[in-house]
Structures are given as C-alpha cells and as structure tokens.
C-alpha cells in the first residue's frame, strides 16, 4: 500500500472532525433541551419523539 | 380623526422589550406629554410612532397606515427630534439643514425661516455644526423638524440643553403646531412648564402606560 | 400514533438515530472498500484513495452553501424563520466540509502534483474564497444583536456569495486557463467499476452526515430561539412588575 | 431617485472637502504601501516589474477598507441613519450615493498611485487608455461592495474587524481581473486586457444592483 501516510492523514482527519462534530452536536443538543421548558421543545418540522 | 392608534403594543431594544404592550390612542390636534422614569420606555414610544421600530407583537396604525406593514409611509409625515441630533458636524448649520429638507422634498426656502424660529443666530448659520454647543445644536435639530412641517410631531425631551429663552421658544412652536392642526407627542421632565401645553398627560412606566389623564388647559 | 411521548431529552429523534446507525454503517463500508477493495491507480498508485473522501467533502461542500443561498432568498422574501436556521445550520456544516475539502485535496495533491497548493487551479481557489466569505458569514452571525437583524444581514452574505463565486470560479479559470485539477472524476467516465462503486458509497454516506448534521444543528438553533423566546416571556413579565411597583411613586 | 444619489453623493464630498481626511490621511497610506512594497520587492528587479499591477490593486484594497469604513461612520455617528429613513430618502439611492462618493475618492487616490508605479517602480504604460478604464470600472465594484458591506456591518459589534473579512473575499475578481488588465496596460504579461475589463464591468455591475437591491433591507432593520 504506497502512500499510506498520506491516506491515514486524509481519512483520519475527515473521520475524525465528523465524529467531533457529531458528539458536539449531540452534547449541545442535550445541553440546550435540558435549559428549555418541556413545552417548548417540539419540532417544527417532524413530530415524532 | 386617529392619529395614532396602538394596541397591546411590544417593542424590543435588541432583545429588550422596552415597550411590553402599550395601549394608546391620540386624535388630531392634541398635545399629549408623555412622563415617566428614566428607562420607562418613552423614546421607544416616540421611536415606534415614528415608524423606526418594527412592532413585536400587537397592532398599531399612525396617520392611518399600519405599523406592520407601512412604516415608510408613517416616516413621511412624521417629525421626530431623538437624543442625537443627526447632523453632520463637517457641514455648516445652513448645508445640514438645506440637505434634511431637500431630503424631505421639502421647499428648501422654509429654511431661512426654521432657523429664525429657533432663534439660531445669524452669525452661526455658516458654522460648522461640530463647533456648536449641544443647546445651538437642539436647536438646530428642532430646526430640522420644523423645516419638514411634519402632521405628527414627536420630540423627545426637547427642553434638555436649551436655556430659559431656548425654552420658550420650543414651549411657542408646540402651541404654533398644534395651533396649525399638528399632534405633537413630546417626552418631557419639565413638569411644571409643560403641564400648561399639553391637553393630556400619560405616565409611562415599565414599558406600559400606567397613567392617563386629560386635564383641559 | 399514541399519546405524544414526553419531550424528548436531547435533539435526537427516530429519524435520526436511523440516520445515525446507516452513517456508522456505511463509513465502515467505505473504508473497507476505499482501502481494499477498489482498485489502484497505475500513475498515482493508492494515493488515489484519496479520492473517496475528497470528492463527497467536496460536492456536499457545494450543496451546503447552495442550501444557505436558497435559505438567504427565502429568509429575504418571506421572512421565514424556518429557512433561515437551515441557512445558519448548513453554512456551518457547510464550512467543515469545505475545510475538510481544501485539507485532503492538499494531502492529496502533495504527493500526486509535490505542491500542497496550486494557485492556477480554478477549483482550488474557488473553494478557498468560499470558505473565506463562509467565515465571513458565521462571525456576522455569531456577533448580532438583534435577532431579525442579524439573520437579514446572514441572508444578505449568503445571497452575495452565492452571486460573486462563479465570478470568481470564472475569474480563475481565466487566469490560468489550465488547471491542474483532473477532469471531474465522476463525468469522465474512465473509472473501473469498483472505484466507481465505491466514490458513490462515499457520496452516500456524506449526504446521510449531511442530512443527520442538519436536522440537530437546525434543532439546536430552534432551541436557542425557544430559549430567547422563553427568556423574553420572563423578561416581558419583569417589565411589566416593573411597571407597577413604580406606580406606586411616580 | 437619481436626485436623492446626487443629493447623498455630493453631501459625503462636501463632508470629505471639509475634513480632507482622504487628501490627509487615505493618500498617504497608500503610498506607504506602495513604498513598503518597494522595499520589500526592490532588490529583485524582475519580480517587482512583473508584480506592479498586483501590488497596485492590492494596495487600492486596503485604501478601499479605509475609504468605506470612513463612508459608513459618516452616518453612525450621530444617528443619520435614522435620520435618512425618516426623511424618507429611497434607500436605493442613499446606496448608489454613497458609492459613488467612495469611487470618486478611489479614483483620485488610484490617480497618484499610478504616478507612485510610474515613480517608484519605474514602470512604463503601454496603454493609458486600458489604465483609466480598469481603474473606473474596478472602482465602481469596490465602492459599491463596500458601501453595502459598510451598511451591514453598521450595527454590529467588533465592525472595523468584521468589514475586512467580509471585503476582501467579495473582491477576489477584483484583484484578479484588475490585476491582470494592468498586466496587459503595463505590458509585462501578454494578456488581452480588454476582456478582463469585461469580466470586471460584470462584477461591477452585478454589485451595484444588489447593492441598491439589498441596501434598504439593512437600512430598515438595524
């Protein structure tokens, strides 16, 4: 396998911010629901729980 | 005929609701001062009556055209003398006012008269505004009120600044505008000489009109 | 349906967690195939692997912003609140794909062209001006006041990009005429199947991401806006009390 | 419409004859920067040459930030801005006013910045005539993206650093259509000029109707 590096260094990096980013935005996500009054947290868009 | 009309009116500074439903209602020709604390919510009235502010919640129709949807329409007939004076201090007395009047399309000879009217000296009129006290400077600004020949004036605190002739002056072209058939709305802590002009007082407060009473001069 | 459950905890919801569970999936497809099933490259041996996680970055680069742009017009024309945070959320999404596009293009292009940027190239240049107007675009929205102010001004940016990025792609491609960015991977047709195969796993799997990101970041936007809205309700009532204790004195 | 521009235009030079803070301040600068670049580039000869229509443009960009960041304080200082809606100015044409108060101040800084090339880069023009054009057409894009991103950043907090970021990308064609029509004015790169002007008049005028477009939204909501 050449340029292995390389490869580990591109997908790493794009794996890695898209998983940082996903918990970041479940972590906010939690934060947020939990500071907002329970009537208010239905979605505009979708209705399901 | 309802010159300004307000229901259960919320205004927001930001995201402060300066105004938190304001219910007021001011026909033609009448002189209505408006009191109350510091932070009570009276510049945001005048500024909502003026069509700056967006209403948040509520209705609201001044000179017949809805506060949602019209504002440009309201701004056009409508005089409004703030805390800051809108003048450009590197243009003369006379370039200021000639640029807000011409910027009104309004005749640009009413000029000479306003600010005979506001008693600016002669000798001020070809001086740059930035060299000019903050009571030559009201007057000025009140000048570029008067130059529109608004139907509605709004003027907040128009007294603050000016001395005992300045406010004379200001007390005459009130009692001059409601004489020509204007409404005036002006915010004022001068109590006492006040009281003789307006036909009503509302006390402001919190944001809400607490107070409503129309004494007959 | 039954009776509404409880409000949720958090901004996940059904749909999301089977976004979520194919995501997981399909990364582990990707790599699996990106590594060892698609073929090599005759010139630039495995370095082409690359090719799986640049091209999805890069076209849902693209789509994020497109997304913004038609949230900027509608949030301009009809003041929907709605598209505006899908504007907000898909610009920043938007800007990690777009950093993530311009990072493994440069990996890429170290060992395939030895330079880890190329300033002739039209696509390259492209992207990097729309990641500057992007940030340009997330501070102007992390510094409002005003609320309605802030999304007209986010919309404003929005719009303006959309309109002076092909400019600049033009403007580019002019310059230098020559690019050198291989034809676009996906219409040229030259690839074996497997590659083939495999660059559209990765096109899926970054557009379920997308569509994962979007709903909880529009959620968590929508939730900062119940919050605000909520905090208002609280402040409307202080304003008030305010109102009537002075009465009192005044 | 066009009255109010005349009116708005010709009021921001009076206010600029009056504080000569271009004459003063704005000219200066930009030929410090051409005169940094000098230093910076001189010793090498060649690289200097065939860089002077870029060095030039961006040179014009970091006075364009100043100009604009001067226009728009004109009317944040005291409230004018309120002041313009209340006297029921059309926005549009407070916008195409405004630009063409900065282009005009541009155009005249761009003037001596070419008799700085011409100075102190030693370098020859071919053709004056492409010169001026580039020079007026450009111009009137930056003025007028500048004059709508000056408008939407009045408001906000942090706006001297905000403006930047937000210009300076909107102006990448600029750059590089301007640069390469010097090229071809100048004559180090044999690059057909006339039609970069082309791709620059588009720019200019996509930015002056979006500007007029956009300009009264952002005066209404702040």
């Given at each position: 396998m050449t340029h292995l590096g390389y490869l580990l260094v591109g997908w790493g990096v794009s794996l890695g911010v898209g998983v940082a980013y996903a918990t970041s935005l479940i972590l906010r996500?939690?934060?947020?629901?939990?500071?907002?009054?329970?009537?208010?947290?239905?979605?505009?868009t979708t209705d399901d729980a | 005929m309802s010159i300004v009309r307000l229901r259960a009116a919320v205004a927001l500074i930001g995201r402060f609701p300066a105004l938190a439903g304001v219910d007021l209602d001011v026909d033609g020709g009448e002189v209505v001062l408006v009191?109350?604390?510091?932070?009570?919510?009276?510049?945001?009235?005048?500024?909502?009556?003026a069509g700056l502010l967006r209403l948040e919640s509520g209705e609201g129709e001044i000179l017949g055209h809805d506060l949602a949807t019209d504002r440009p329409l309201i701004r056009r007939s409508v005089g409004l003398l703030g805390h800051d004076t809108a003048l450009y201090d590197d243009l003369t007395v006379r370039e200021n006012l000639d640029f807000w009047a011409r910027a009104s399309r309004v005749d640009v000879a009413g000029v000479g008269a306003a600010m005979d009217r506001l008693g600016v000296p002669s000798r001020l009129h070809d001086v740059g505004v930035g060299l000019l006290s903050a009571g030559q400077r009201r007057r000025v600004a009140l000048a570029a009120v008067v130059v529109r020949r608004p139907q509605l004036w709004l003027l907040d605190e128009p007294h603050a600044g000016l001395d005992p002739s300045g406010r004379d002056l200001v007390d005459r072209l009130v009692v001059d505008a409601a004489a020509a058939g204007a409404t005036v709305l002006l915010s004022s802590h001068e109590v006492g000489r006040t009281l003789e002009l307006a036909t009503r007082r509302v006390t402001v407060a919190g944001g809400t009109i607490t107070g409503d009473v129309s004494d007959v001069r | 349906m039954t009776a509404p459950a409880p409000a949720?905890?958090?901004?996940?919801?059904?749909?999301?967690?089977?976004?979520?569970?194919?995501?997981?999936?399909?990364?582990?497809?990707?790599?699996?195939?990106?590594?060892?099933?698609?073929?090599?490259?005759?010139?630039?041996?495995?370095?082409?692997?690359?090719?799986?996680?640049?091209?999805?970055?890069?076209?849902?680069?693209?789509?994020?912003?497109?997304?913004?742009?038609?949230?900027?017009?509608?949030?301009?024309?009809?003041?929907?609140?709605?598209?505006?945070?899908?504007?907000?959320?898909?610009?920043?999404?938007?800007?990690?794909?777009?950093?993530l596009t311009l990072f493994t293009g440069s990996?890429?292009?170290?060992?395939?062209?030895?330079?880890?940027?190329?300033?002739?190239?039209?696509?390259?240049?492209?992207?990097?001006?729309?990641?500057l107007m992007m940030i340009g675009y997330l501070s102007v929205r992390s510094l409002g006041g005003d609320e309605r102010a802030t999304a007209t001004r986010a919309a404003v940016i929005g719009v303006l990009a959309a309109v002076i990025l092909p400019i600049v792609n033009r403007?580019?491609?002019?310059?230098?005429?020559?690019?050198?960015?291989?034809?676009?991977?996906?219409?040229?047709?030259?690839?074996?199947?497997?590659?083939?195969?495999?660059?559209?796993?990765?096109?899926?799997?970054?557009?379920?991401?997308?569509?994962?990101?979007?709903?909880?970041?529009?959620?968590?936007?929508?939730?900062?806006?119940?919050?605000?809205?909520?905090?208002l309700d609280l402040a409307l009532r202080e304003r008030r009390a305010e109102g009537h204790t002075e009465d009192g004195d005044s | 419409?066009?009255?109010?521009?005349?009116?708005?235009?010709?009021?921001?030079?009076?206010?600029?004859?009056?504080?000569?803070?271009?004459?003063?301040?704005?000219?200066?600068?930009?030929?410090?920067?051409?005169?940094?670049?000098?230093?910076?580039?001189?010793?090498?000869?060649?690289?200097?040459?065939?860089?002077?229509?870029?060095?030039?443009?961006i040179a014009v960009l970091f006075v364009a930030i100043v100009a604009v960041?001067?226009?728009?304080?004109?009317?944040?200082?005291?409230?004018?801005?309120?002041?313009?809606?209340?006297?029921?100015?059309?926005?549009?044409?407070?916008?195409?006013?405004?630009t063409a108060a900065v282009a005009l101040q541009l155009l005249v800084v761009e003037a001596v910045m070419v008799g700085g090339i011409v100075v102190l880069y030693d370098a020859s023009i071919e053709s004056i005539g492409l010169l001026a054009a580039t020079c007026v057409v450009a111009t009137v894009g930056i003025a007028a993206a500048g004059t709508l991103l000056g408008a939407l950043v009045a408001g906000v907090r942090a706006r001297e650093t905000v403006l930047p970021i937000l210009?300076?990308?909107?102006?990448?064609?600029?750059?590089i259509g301007a640069t390469r029509a010097f090229d071809d004015a100048l004559g180090t790169v044999a690059v057909d000029g006339w039609a970069w002007l082309g791709l620059l008049a588009g720019f200019g005028a996509i930015n002056i109707v979006l500007g007029a477009l956009a300009y009264g939204v952002l005066l209404e909501e702040t």
């Open positions: 996500g939690r934060r947020l629901s939990a500071r907002v009054p329970a009537d208010r947290r239905r979605w505009m | 009191q109350g604390p510091n932070g009570a919510g009276k510049s945001t009235l005048l500024r909502l009556c | 949720p905890s958090h901004t996940g919801s059904r749909t999301t967690r089977l976004l979520g569970i194919a995501v997981v999936v399909g990364v582990i497809a990707l790599v699996l195939l990106g590594f060892f099933a698609a073929p090599e490259d005759d010139e630039q041996q495995d370095a082409v692997r690359m090719i799986f996680v640049h091209v999805p970055s890069a076209l849902f680069t693209y789509i994020a912003f497109v997304t913004t742009a038609i949230g900027s017009v509608m949030w301009l024309l009809r003041r929907s609140v709605w598209w505006d945070t899908v504007a907000g959320a898909a610009a920043e999404i938007g800007v990690l794909f777009c950093g990996v890429w292009g170290r060992p395939t062209w030895n330079t880890y940027w190329d300033w002739g190239d039209v696509r390259l240049v492209t992207t990097l001006i729309l990641l403007s580019v491609e002019w310059w230098e005429n020559n690019t050198l960015h291989q034809k676009s991977s996906l219409t040229d047709g030259n690839l074996e199947d497997m590659t083939l195969f495999t660059i559209v796993v990765g096109l899926v799997v970054w557009g379920l991401f997308f569509a994962w990101s979007l709903i909880h970041r529009f959620r968590i936007t929508w939730l900062e806006r119940e919050l605000r809205v909520s905090d | 419409m066009f009255a109010d521009a005349l009116l708005v235009a010709a009021k921001d030079l009076r206010i600029e004859w009056r504080s000569r803070v271009t004459a003063s301040q704005v000219v200066p600068f930009a030929f410090l920067v051409l005169v940094l670049f000098g230093f910076a580039l001189d010793a090498n000869r060649p690289v200097l040459d065939a860089a002077t229509g870029g060095l030039f443009w960041q001067r226009s728009t304080a004109i009317e944040t200082t005291d409230g004018a801005r309120r002041a313009l809606l209340l006297a029921g100015v059309e926005p549009a044409a407070v916008f195409l006013g405004k210009l300076l990308p909107v102006l990448a064609p600029v750059l």
